[in-house]
């Protein structure tokens, strides 16, 4: 049954009743909740305490530190406020300010919140750490307080840089170290929850990776948001450094947060909340989940006033002169005022449950992955009868070009490019589609790659499966075709395309590795009978292909990267060289161990990285080189380059003032990095593709261990400028110290 059109609860057969009861119970908590808690408000659940309007922090995002202190209720003030009925129900109060530490009668505020009936299930306190001996004390004081009652209590501290950076977002030199006290303190001497607020404006965007890398190292949680526009934080006027993101700015800020998204969070709430902040800033999309203040939460201020919501609620009146319950309920339609007008465009950090609309569509998403799986691509690829390779055909009208997009280094952004250049040059007006894993990250190469009139649809959807079935070719863009589950996908649309009676092509792609299950080696071989045109990379590729086949027909026509590189440096036909060791480098991950055991393999990778830290030196030194290091891949699946090449300046190079490129380069900017550089140590793949295809000085290093590097080098007779990575970890790369001055 279609679901357009279908209320989703009719869209499901009742015989799968988990996900008819799961969605029964959202579709009443939805009609409850934000449907009828709009004109019969409910009690909420959750509480913003701000118990002063003073901050000893000049934070760029927040002009609460220009306030000068007046009212600030007194604990008995606030007893009375919370014997109000509107707080019956309250589970969780959270206390900021301002700085909430500068009030010293901190452990009797939550002496009251403790003894408040009914008891509430949780509490806790957000701190600058400025002053590390008062957050310290009182905060303890606060918690015992919390203990003796049997409230839990969390503290957060706020991380916004590492370093000079924080210190430079605060306002207040110094503030990184008494925040580091702070945060060692409670983590080492406390059993308190401890974590870290990370709050992200304009200035601190190519920082937040380094806060990340702190939080696991340092073995303390870590939670991120974007600073918004808040009337209660008086930064109005702030646009400058709030919500004032570039291009690649905001790429960044997508990219990081589907890297908390995917490898990071463990909370489903606050992942959705990554992944919509990621869409918003990226995509421009309006806010897409729920928020708790949009029915189920109240903010109170140090004056007694209560709003609704922190960010744009106006004050509703005072609760110490006006029943609370009277103020919230009879203000309702301000409420409504801020949910029109407001909640579209927040990007606070606000978490609330999923609701019908959300849990439908991630519901298709999984339908989708469910059906197009590797297992059931091989048991249909079994029933299909395939005629011979389709000749010439027309020019065709429509292309779908599929692959591993949507995780694409900077290499497969370029074979991009070259197919795209390919098909443009048979079918100029040509409507080409491409099918991605993460289309975010796809429609942002189209545009590094000024192909804007390329549509970019998701591989588990409705619209890849009717793609695969009417355009008029399908092509595999490159890339391996290698032991992963993804695999399917490629098959899946091989199958549908032939089903159609239409042309499929393999463009210049490698194959393996395949050792990881008999399943693969099965799934290229089907792939490989199901195209009509099948041009390999390289030589080793053609032999595999022509086992697998019994085919002549096969031609090695190199990288399709080429191509690209190739019109580039026509259009770049020179550059003045610069003192720069170029590092292209990535992280040697498991998928690479093979029968090493996982102790040899840890040894055998720390070993191989010193080994490298060392030739890099010795290259700097002798040369008179600045060592650069340029991300080739900036997307968590598939590792972000620019995580290994911190740790590894740090690490290895520190000394040597190593220049770790934090900005997304694309292809373009990474060939002119070449160009310019004196030498490069090439280790990614296609950065030896590169070098060599621009005809510059470069050195490489087979991580594959005689895989696509040493194939590519084999094929172009450059074997003597490269390393393998078990050669490395041994010391044998001296003899290519010899070749330096001649290569370079």
Known sequence: MSARGTHPLLAIPWRKAKAARELAALCYRDLRVNGLGQIFPIAPHTLNLLVNDICNSKCQMCLIWEQKRDKEFTTDELANILRDPLFKRLQYIGVS?????????????????????????????????????DVISLSEASALVCRNAG?????????????????????????????????????????????????????????????????????IYGRFRVAEFIDRLYNTG????????SESEAYQLALFFRKLELTYETSPLVRRTYRNISQMIMEGAPRSIKCPWQAQAATLDCRGQLMYCAPKSPILGNALTTSASKLYRDNIDKRKQILKH??????HDYHAEETTKEWWLEHQTRRWCTRLTLERALIAAGKVHVAPPVGQTPTPRSVLIVGWYGSETAGDKAILGGVI??????????????????????????????????????????????????????????GPLMHINELGLILWGFLRAKGAGHRTRLAGCGIGPLDRGAQYERAVAEILRLTDVIEMRDSASVKWAQRLTGRNDITNTGDPSELFVRQWRKEHPSAERQPFLN???????????????QQQFEQTKANAERELGSWVRKL????????????????????????????????????????????????????????????SLCMRFHSVVFASTLEVPFFAIDYTQGGKITHYLSDRGMQRRMVEWKELAAGNWQHLMDTTVSHS
């Open 97 to 133: 300010g301002g700085e909430p530490t500068l009030r010293k009668d901190l452990p009797e505020i939550y002496r009251v919140l403790v003894s408040k009936h009914p008891r509430i299930k949780q509490t806790g306190i957000i701190t600058n750490a400025i002053r590390a001996d």
């Open 583 to 597: 590092l292209y480098l990535r992280e040697w991950t498991a998928e690479y161990q093979g029968a090493l055991s």
């Open 151 to 219: 409230v839990p209590f969390n503290i957060m501290v706020s991380l916004d840089g590492i370093g000079e950076l924080h210190d430079h977002i605060r306002g207040r030199p110094g503030n990184f170290k008494s925040a580091l006290e702070v945060l060692k303190h409670f983590r080492d001497k406390t059993d308190i929850p401890l974590s870290i607020g990370c709050t992200i404006t304009k200035d601190n965007v190519w920082g937040i990776d380094e806060v990340l890398e702190f939080c696991r190292r340092e073995r």
């Open 238 to 245: 702030q646009r400058q450094v709030i919500r004032n993101f």
């Open 342 to 347: 407001d909640c579209d465009s927040c990007i």
């Open 620 to 679: 700097a030194t002798e040369l008179k080189l600045r060592p650069r290091l340029l991300a080739m891949h900036h997307f968590c699946v598939g590792n972000d380059d620019r995580d290994f090449n911190r740790r590894f300046a740090r690490t290895h190079l520190a000394d040597l003032d190593p220049l770790v490129e934090m900005v997304p380069f694309s292809p373009q900017q990474l060939l002119a990095s070449m160009q310019q550089g004196t030498l």
């Open 421 to 478: 250049g390919q098909v443009r040059e048979r079918a100029p007006t040509c409507r080409i589609t491409l099918a991605s894993l993460h289309p975010f990250l796809s429609r942002w190469t189209v545009r590094e790659l000024s192909h804007l009139d390329v549509e970019v649809i998701d591989f588990y959807s409705a619209a890849f499966w009717e793609q695969t079935g009417s355009a008029d070719e399908v092509i595999m863009g490159g």
